[in-house]
């Protein structure tokens, strides 16, 4: 064999720099050597084959290293016994038999021949330059080391051993990419060839295969939720390459945004909102408290009644009709102090999803929204925390691992300190009243392999305030769930989910006399829900389930509160139900444009004894002279079954990737219901179980909008329209007496509501600015028209609802001028609400008093409001104890003062009319987040 | 200002109580409603189980807002010149009370819109009484069927020291009860309070002001004298009525004594307890249709909590038309079991150690030329000063007090022959009766 070549190389430690030279020479068959390789280590195998064959070597000592060498020999040339020796292994070699000398390769071979192109490159001047090539080469790759050094801190990866007798242009890449923080696979992994633009991505267990062309490559990684990553690749055969990528916390929001951006105009489902709470953070709000559903109302279709009322109106619909869940468990009042800061600790809160339109086919049992609140699952690989020092409140959440990579615990606690800032006060007035409120979050999260994991959350919370001194008031939620995730074969996963909520408000009334008494109010829900997700092909994926759901409600209780005291006890009995529901939803896709998602539900309620229940004559009001019998129900009998069937119908049309059109119909029942004869929610409305005189509240609603993105997704257009019609909801008598009151059907005046409007939404997901504009035209109109003029209100004509809002428009941008600095504005105008206004003043009792017809005649005036923040982010020092956040707001900078309400009073005899505002004047404040 | 303080309070996340109000501007609002709308008809009789003169009062609501029941007194607005009532009573309307037990009581009109029964009646217990109105307009109108639920007696009144909900200081006047028949779950209270008023520069003479000219030429010609006074107007009674609504329920319990129940509430600054003070107290049992009634009136008219105020409506009154028409017809008439008690006590007797409380009008003393230009003067000078004190007097507007003495009224350029004070400061009839009232004991 001859070989025509002339080589020189330096082979140094830290570097692989090879230069080829070409020269021409012969070589002899060389000498017969003897040698053993056992119980030597490779480098005393080297050194005695180079002392036997009088050849040099030169290696370095790592790559042999891992070479076991068990073979003898006997007579063998150097050349045979090297071909054995590295026959496993990714080395090469070359004998330089002139020189006596012996190169050790790595990956690489020595190319003995130009590459094709190699003269024709320097002589432009033609000629046939014949070059003798080895059949169809690819260029030797050559790789400087020190370059790409600087450019990612990834070691190269050499793949392949480098098989002289099969050379080829392109190899194949395999391998298996897992999160290295859990070691889990991760799959839909796209990698990236660069250049090429070449992508692969990988399969259910993380696996990819890849074709990469020989020699120096980069490919690139990237998915939601992973780091990006960068890894150069020096193809030198077909091999493998496992990739062990790290998850990308700092990214997340961004890589969610991009997916929410795409799904804005992909999902078939429309009118679903998601806001995550540390994506919202720099939102300025009252006193620089997060609040998600202070957010919430910045969207399209949600709204309130007004600055610092509870609850949310969702498209029209009363506060009553939103199911808000926090990790799967009903949460019943999810704010504190009247609405003003939310119930929900901003670190341990992941986000919450909203639903206005079609919700998904496993939630039900309100007719307006869903807000599926979820909270975060703690670090499995290391103790960290998050917390903020407020003007009213401190915050501290705290993840720590209990078995890294496995189960970890999340803490997370929550107070305001106002009494003692209220006690501190010179305000004599001020000393007995007392507000205050705290609430906290445990979450356990264990995963038990790739198929299955479970979560457990526990939440409390609770208010205190007193209105006047000798009365107290109190309301606590209290909740737990236990969600576990399975997987039930390759397509079909389940979830199987428990929960428990409470609910409860007290008075503790101390007075001067023997009538302190202490009265409670709770209700108590449990929930049992499996939820399926078949994965049937290509165009079906199913989502099937059922769930069941228990209600205790104890309407009231009085009870003396000291010995001294005679007041009666009084006990409303119990009331108790049965909800639940069948669902099936198919998301059907009819082909690339067409995308149903068709659902049916079927819900089904049962008012359940031990109970007594009145029947009333037919046509006459409800009262207790017009009650007919009264019927006395056993423990568990049913006393009234309600239900029938809902539908959730929606479909997507593609017009282009970033242009869709959605419709979307769905109805539903609601068997719970608030008693409140506020304008507003107050903290101690209570909830009333349907039952033999009181209907469930049924809705209806059909929705049609417009999709498009722009600029890759960096802005979301939308514009959707809605009606909605509901039957059977709530009102009340005038002057109703709802708490304690046994026969509360007696005050419960049920009528039919409509609700209608257009909502707009711009958002610009990415860059320095950010932020969106929304814009909502609605109506929400109701009508009561009993047979008598007391079960009638404005004469059985619709009338707007409280929180009929027609013109809405919210603002929030946020502008990055460097990495540390940002500022955030939010501004809402509204049109001002309907309230219902005298008509005149009579004398009653020596006193002026007002008199009222017609309800929600007047409006009060608009509603603008702008605040301003500045938002600091620590400095970004590695080795810092804590990562710190600044944040400086003024809420209401224009200090404009809104008028919350007018209303009229009689004092001393005489009416007068007063207008009121929650938050009149600028309100500055300022945060500050630690996060370690 | 308020908004401040309120902003304030609700940074350190307090729930307001009315008093203090979070940020609550008063509105100027004159009118209400629209101008076609016609007036409602009020209805307001409390019949009692009392051998009384019992009484009904009627009127008409009105678009106004304020009724102008302002007693604020301005010593520049002479007494009377204008109305400190301006309800529009109903007159001229036949009222009786008919009971299922065939009795019928027949009421005469006495002041304007109130009718009196033409002799002393009690309500049976156990009798059904329906109030019949026949307007002046010949409209016919009855009430729901009253009846008399229960009786309770009172057996206790006092007052002791005591805070406020608001933290001030003062007297409370407490109740206690004994249920004696019936079904006494619901009560109201009301009351009357009488209290002494001293003239604090009362004087015992004063000016005399006759063949009063203000428009003879070239001056005004009078004659003013200084001369005893003839009406007793040192001491008087002032007798008020209550105006809120003050309810109490033994929820559910019949039978429920009551103690220690507070009625009244006053300020240990308010002047109507410098002197001595009575009140009587009368406990109303009432129905419960009343009771929620009132209760709905009051909630109506107050506002506990700025978040959330109890949504209003038209509240449903127990008289209606006798043809079937549905007309409101506003106000409330009821049959109670009654009983009441007066209580007497002095400033002294809980405050011995404390200033009393200070007079509630300005007594500042005043002086003024005395004379002034001819109001027929056909060129009138520009004057400096204000009223002159013959244009005072004739008004009816202050009081003597001394001649003009430099350390009582400043020098300046109105100054006349004698010193004087706001009328109110120096004659009590401006704030009650200057006759002792039966009942009085000292």
């Not at chain 1, 449990?526 to 209600?551: C, F, M, Q, V």
């Not at chain 1, 539903?668 to 009181?694: M, R």
């Not at chain 1, 046994?742 to 049920?750: D, R, S």
């Not at chain 2, 009634?293 to 008219?301: A, Q, V």
């Amino acid at each position: 064999m001859t070989l025509s070549f002339r080589f020189h190389s330096f082979i140094k430690k830290g570097s692989l720099f090879a230069i080829f030279l070409m020269v021409q020479f012969t070589f002899s068959q060389n000498a017969s050597i003897t040698i053993s390789g056992d119980s030597k280590t490779s480098s005393e195998f080297f050194g005695e084959l180079e002392d036997k064959s009088g050849y040099s070597f030169f290696y370095l000592d790592d790559w042999i290293e891992n070479i076991e060498v068990t073979g003898n020999f006997v007579d063998a040339s150097i050349t045979e016994i090297l071909h054995i020796v590295l026959s496993d292994t990714s080395l090469n070699f070359y004998v330089l038999e002139e020189e006596n000398r012996v190169f050790l390769l790595q990956n690489t071979v020595v190319y003995d021949e130009l590459p094709p192109s190699f003269y024709r490159q320097n002589d432009s001047t033609g000629g046939e330059q014949e070059v003798m090539a080895r059949g169809n080469l690819p260029p030797p790759t050559f790789y400087n080391d020190e370059v790409s050094q600087t450019r990612e801190n990834l070691p190269v990866v050499r793949v392949g051993r480098a098989d002289e007798q099969n050379l080829k242009s392109a190899y194949k890449l395999s391998g298996r990419v897992v999160n290295a923080q859990t070691g889990a696979p991760i799959p839909d992994l796209a990698i990236r060839v660069q250049e090429s633009g070449r992508v692969a991505v990988t399969n259910e267990q993380g696996e990819y295969e890849l074709i990469l062309p020989a020699g120096y490559n980069v490919i690139a990684a990237s998915a939601m939720g992973i780091r990006d990553s960068e890894q150069e690749v020096i193809m030198y055969n077909d091999g493998t390459l496992n990739l062990q990528l790290q998850e990308s916390l700092e990214q997340l929001q961004e890589v969610v945004v991009e997916a929410d951006a795409v799904s804005n105009v992909e999902d078939a489902v429309s009118g679903s909102e998601e806001i995550s709470s540390e994506g919202s953070k720099d939102i300025p709000l009252v006193l620089g408290e997060r609040n998600i559903l202070e957010v919430a109302k910045a969207l399209p279709g949600i709204s309130s009644a007004g600055e610092g009322a509870t609850g949310l109106n969702v498209r029209g619909g009363k506060t009553d009709q939103n199911l808000v869940l926090l990790d799967d468990a009903v949460i019943y009042n999810p704010t504190h102090f009247f609405g003003i800061f939310q119930a929900l600790n901003p670190f341990t809160t992941e986000k919450v999803n909203i639903y206005k339109g079609a919700p998904p086919v496993e939630f039900g049992g309100r007719l307006s929204s869903v807000l599926d609140i979820e909270t975060k699952n703690g670090d499995t690989e290391k103790i960290s925390g998050e917390g903020s020092i407020g003007p009213v409140t401190g915050n501290l959440a705290l993840e720590m691992p209990l078995k890294k990579g496995v189960s970890s615990l999340m803490i997370g606690g929550r107070g305001a300190y106002a009494d003692w800032i209220l006690q501190s006060l010179d305000e004599e007035s001020l000393n007995n009243s007392e507000a205050s409120f705290f609430d906290g979050i445990i979450k356990y999260h264990h995963k038990f392999n790739e198929n299955s994991e479970i979560r457990g959350t526990a939440y409390y919370s609770k208010d205190n305030f007193s209105i006047t001194s000798d009365s107290l008031y109190n309301y606590s939620n209290r909740l737990g769930s236990v969600r576990w995730a399975h997987k039930l074969g390759e397509k079909t996963t389940g979830v199987l989910t428990a929960s428990n909520s409470n609910y409860n408000f007290g008075i503790d009334y101390e007075g001067e006399g023997n009538s302190n008494f202490e009265l409670d109010y709770s209700i108590n829900e449990s929930e049992l829900r499996y939820r399926l997700n078949t994965r049937l092909s290509d165009a079906h994926t199913i989502d099937y389930g059922l769930s069941a759901k228990y209600y205790a409600v104890q309407p009231g209780n009085v009870e003396p509160k000291d010995s001294d005291s005679n007041v009666e006890p009084v006990s409303v009995d119990q009331e108790q139900a049965l909800e639940g529901a069948l669902f099936i939803g198919d998301e059907f896709k009819v082909s690339e444009r067409l995308l149903f998602n068709v659902g049916a539900r079927y819900a089904f309620y049962a008012a359940m004894g031990e109970a007594t229940q009145n029947t009333y004559q037919e046509g006459a009001p409800r009262s207790e002279t017009t009650v007919q019998d009264t019927i006395a129900y056993g423990s568990g009998e049913f006393i009234k079954t309600y239900g029938g069937p809902e539908a959730r119908v929606s479909a997507r049309y593609l017009f282009a990737p970033d242009f869709s059109i959605k419709a979307s119909f769905n109805n539903s029942y609601q068997f719970i219901h608030t008693l409140s004869n506020n304008t507003t929610v107050s903290p101690i409305d209570t909830w009333k179980l349907s039952d033999l005189n009181i209907k469930p509240q049924k809705g209806y609603q059909a929705t049609l909008g417009l999709f498009k993105n722009f600029n890759e997704n960096m802005y979301e257009l939308s514009l959707e329209g809605y009606y909605k019609r509901m039957d059977d909801v709530l009102d009340f008598k005038t002057g109703a007496d709802l708490l304690l009151n046994e026969n509360v059907e007696t005050e419960v005046l049920q009528g039919e509501g409509k609700a209608y409007g257009v909502e707009f939404l711009l958002k610009k997901n990415r860059g320095d600015l950010n932020g969106w504009v929304s814009y909502t035209y609605s109506r929400s109109k109701y009508r009561f028209d009993g047979d008598t003029s007391e079960e009638r209100i404005n004469n059985g004509e619709f009338f707007p609802s409280n929180f009929d809002k027609p013109h809405d428009l919210s603002v929030i941008a946020n502008y990055k001028f460097t990495r540390r600095y940002s500022v955030s504005m939010n501004f809402a105008y509204q049109t001002g609400r309907p309230i219902t206004y005298p008509v005149g003043t009579f004398r009653f009792n020596n006193s002026d008093y007002v008199t009222f017809s017609d309800r929600n005649k007047f409006r009060i005036p608009d509603y603008y409001r702008l605040d301003l923040g500045i938002n600091i982010e620590g400095n970004h020092k590695k080795n810092k104890l804590a990562h710190s956040f600044i944040t400086i707001q003024v809420y209401n900078v224009l200090g404009r003062n809104n008028p919350y309400s007018v209303f009229f009073v009689t004092d001393d005899g005489e009416v007068k009319a007063l207008q009121s505002s929650i938050f009149g004047v600028p309100i500055p404040s300022i945060t500050y987040n630690f996060k370690f | 200002m308020e908004c401040k303080r309120g902003f304030y309070i609700i940074l350190v996340g307090l729930v307001l109580p009315t008093t203090l109000g979070a940020c609550l501007d008063e509105l100027e609002i004159e009118t209400l409603g629209e101008e076609e709308q016609t007036a409602a008809l009020v209805v307001e009789a409390v019949l009692t189980d009392q051998v009384i003169t019992q009484k009904v009062y009627l009127s008409r609501s009105s678009l106004r807002l304020d009724l102008e029941t302002d007693t604020i007194y301005n010593p520049y607005i002479p007494l009377g010149s204008r109305p400190i009532d301006s309800v529009d009573m109903e007159a001229g309307a036949t009222v009786r009370v008919m009971g299922d037990n065939g009795v019928e009581y027949q009421f005469t009109e006495g002041d304007e819109g109130i009718y009196f029964s033409d002799e002393p009646f009690a309500l049976d217990s156990g009798v059904g009484y329906t109030l019949d109105i026949t307007t002046r307009n010949g409209l016919e109108y009855e009430s729901d069927p009253l009846v008399v639920e229960g009786k309770s007696q009172l057996t206790n009144v006092y007052a002791e020291r005591a805070i406020s909900d608001t933290g001030e200081e003062g007297i409370a006047i407490y109740v206690d009860s004994r249920p004696q028949e019936g079904n006494t779950q619901f009560y109201r209270y009301t009351y009357e309070e009488t209290y002494k008023v001293v003239s604090p520069y009362w004087v015992g003479v004063d000016f005399e002001l006759t063949n009063y000219d203000p428009c003879a030429l070239p001056f005004p010609t009078y004659d003013l004298e200084i001369v005893p006074r003839e009406v007793q107007n040192q001491v008087c009674y002032n007798t008020v009525s209550s105006t809120s609504i003050e309810q109490f329920s033994t929820s559910g319990s019949p039978e429920r004594e009551i103690s220690k129940h507070m009625v009244r509430f006053i300020g240990k600054d308010n002047f109507i307890i410098s002197e001595r003070y009575s009140i009587l107290v009368q406990q109303q049992v009432q129905s419960s249709d009343a009771y929620s009634f009132y209760e709905t009136l009051k909630n109506f008219s107050k506002s506990d909590n700025i978040f959330s105020q109890i949504q209003p409506g038209a509240i449903i009154a127990n008289v209606n038309r006798k043809d079937g028409n549905q007309e409101n017809v506003l106000g409330y008439v009821e049959a109670v079991g009654v009983s009441d008690q007066r209580l007497f006590f002095d400033f002294d007797d809980f405050f011995p150690d404390d200033e009393l409380p200070v007079f509630p009008f300005n007594c500042n003393i005043l002086t003024a030329q005395e004379s002034h230009q001819s109001y027929c003067n056909p060129n009138p000078n520009p004057s400096r000063c204000a009223l002159s004190l013959i244009e005072r007097i004739d008004l009816g507007v202050v009081s003597y007090v001394s001649q003009y003495d430099e350390d009582l009224a400043p020098l300046g350029e109105c100054v006349g022959p004698y010193v004087f004070v706001p009328r109110i400061c120096g004659d009590c009839t401006l704030l009650g009766s200057n006759v002792k009232p039966d009942f009085w004991i000292e």
